[in-house]
């Protein structure tokens, strides 16, 4: 088997399905977006060139898994982008989509957490899969084991012949192909021979008898281990991608020609978000025109009577009309700098209106533990009528001013930001502040750029609590879920901060505040 044998995937979905899955997903991966520009120095050199990097058009719906040839690396659109890799590999991509998945038998359910490739290797191997990703864990010691009665892999085996024989089946087939690589799934493979687990959004932007370019994305990581092997294959090819990963303000720039290869991470500069971007930097319409109200699907009866009393309660309520209106990543920093100190100067009011509006839903508002308790109550019954549905988004640029329909969203930004308050009292190391350290080259697209958040992490300075857009959300998600014919679209994980908000976050805070990274990711489980 050739050492570069890339996998031919048993796939249980189609790509497009899985694509779906993942374009809905609520906790957004890292994505680092790429362009890639091949510049040949002949014609013939950039012929071999296509040739070996397969770069062609192919049919409009997603291309089937093939059952010999060569295997594409990503399908995306109407363009294959594929590696000149000749053999094909029975693999399996790895399938968490049945990890605690309960089963039906005659006695009733009997479950067992764990994927069928995690069950079904460790049934036909006697011994636990051994995951690169997270330290090992035998099945026999999980708590549902013990209760189904499963002491041996002997009591395993039968289990699973007579609860999930689909595990055996997926697990024969990781086996087989880790007899073949050395890799049990097809993303250890990826991650291993290009850097990363896949290549998508591949779109082909332009192709002469010289050049190619190109853009694509890939989650968490660059197939860096991909451009080596382009610029080893093709010592006589330039080579340039350059890749951005906004939200963690992740840069990389691969430099690759006669023989010379170079790896440099350079600063997020205009220059360069336009060299990966491929066109100037733009102002999306959407922080300019004024937001428009669109019309909401009919909510469920169980609500009507929550939204009629909060519609009412908010008639009157103060609106909130800094000296300068719009977004401030766009403003000059001395409006931005003087919307802050309005802000600041403030907020003891803003509490005193929220205190007012909530008093007459019976809900006492001050910096004490029932307070938190009677807040995750109320959001959870009224949130969801404070969002507003609407083309645009006034919650950000304040166009139009938040008055009549868009009343709500002075009650959500008042709740922010005595949210922020009470984490302050309990925290005195965190501050409110303005924003200001985002690269030159994302200042146009970063919502918070010169809004007010919360500071003070210690060991990590630039990290921030967006306490308004926390808020803001978790009233979207609401909405999203109080509709009675359509699904929601928008979701908050986990969703049990949909009954515990304001505790749950400002337990996070607290921790956060302290350093305690772990008990915050224990608690978001």
């Known amino acids: ?27 957004l991966m890292p994505e680092l977006v790429a362009t890639l520009r091949c510049i040949c120095r002949d014609r013939k050199t950039a012929a071999n060139f296509r040739i070996a990097l397969q770069i062609g058009e192919s049919n409009a719906k997603p291309l089937r898994e093939p059952n010999e040839g060569v295997r594409p690396s990503a399908v995306c659109g109407s363009v294959c982008f594929r590696l000149s890799f000749r053999r094909k590999w029975a693999g399996l991509r790895q399938d968490h989509s049945q990890a605690g998945c309960p ?50 892999h002997d009591d395993l085996e039968a289990w699973v012949r007579r609860e999930r024989p689909q595990a055996l089946e997926t697990g024969r087939k990781c086996l087989r192909a880790f007899e073949e690589t050395g890799y049990w799934f097809a993303r250890d493979w990826r991650v291993d021979k290009w850097g990363t687990n896949w290549i998508e959004q591949f779109e082909l932007v332009d192709r002469t008898e010289t050049t ?63 060299e990966v971007l491929g066109a100037p930097l733009e102002v999306d319409d959407l922080y300019l025109r004024p937001a428009t109200l669109r019309q909401r699907p009919l909510t ?132 409110w502040e303005m924003q200001t350290d985002v690269p ?13 958040c919360i500071a003070g992490i210690p060991g990590n300075p630039r990290y921030r609590f967006y306490i308004m857009d926390d808020v803001y959300r978790i009233c979207h998600g609401l909405q999203e879920a109080s509709y009675l014919w359509r699904k929601p679209r928008f979701q908050v994980l986990p969703k049990t901060l949909y009954a515990q908000f304001a ?9 956060m505040a302290r350093g305690d990274v772990a008990g915050v990711n224990d608690a978001l489980r």
């Open 1 to 27: 088997m050739h050492a570069d044998s890339p996998p031919l995937l048993y796939r249980e979905t189609q790509w497009d399905a899985e694509c779906g899955l993942l374009s809905n997903a609520v906790v």
């Open 300 to 431: 469920h009866f169980r609500h009507w009577r929550d939204e009629r009393q909060l519609q009412r309660s908010l008639a009157g309520y103060p609106a909130y009309e800094p000296p300068h209106h719009g977004i401030e990543m766009l403003m000059p920093e001395s409006e931005a700098r003087e919307n802050f100190e309005y802000f600041m100067s403030g907020r003891e009011a803003r509490v005193g209106y929220l205190r007012s509006f909530l008093a007459s839903f019976g809900v006492a508002l001050a910096f004490s533990d029932s307070a938190k308790t009677a807040l995750d109550g109320w959001v959870s019954r009224y949130g969801a009528f404070l969002y507003v549905a609407e083309r645009g988004s006034s919650f950000l640029t304040r166009n139009p001013a938040w008055r009549g329909p868009r009343a709500g969203l002075n009650a959500i930004f008042d709740l922010a930001l005595f949210l922020g308050e009470f984490a302050i009292r309990e925290s005195e190391n965190l501050r």
């Open 212 to 274: 190619i370019e190109a853009t694509f994305a890939t989650p968490w990581s660059t197939a860096d281990k991909v451009f080596h092997e382009m610029a080893c294959r093709h010592p006589n090819v330039e080579i340039l991608v350059a890749a951005v990963e906004e939200g963690n303000e992740f840069s990389y720039l691969f430099t690759a020609g006669s023989g010379l290869v170079r790896e440099e991470h350079p600063d997020l500069t205009r220059e360069f978000m336009e």
């Open 103 to 152: 089963r039906r038998s005659k006695r009733g359910y009997q479950r067992l957490d764990g994927s069928d490739a995690e069950i079904g290797i460790e049934v036909l191997t006697r011994k636990p899969w051994r995951s690169p990703y997270r330290k090992e864990e035998c099945v026999l010691d999980r708590e549902q084991a013990r209760e189904a009665g499963i002491k041996n």
């Open 503 to 511: 505790s749950r976050t400002l337990r996070n805070m607290y921790l």
């Open 440 to 452: 030159e080259g994302l200042r146009g697209t970063h919502e918070s750029y010169q809004r007010p």
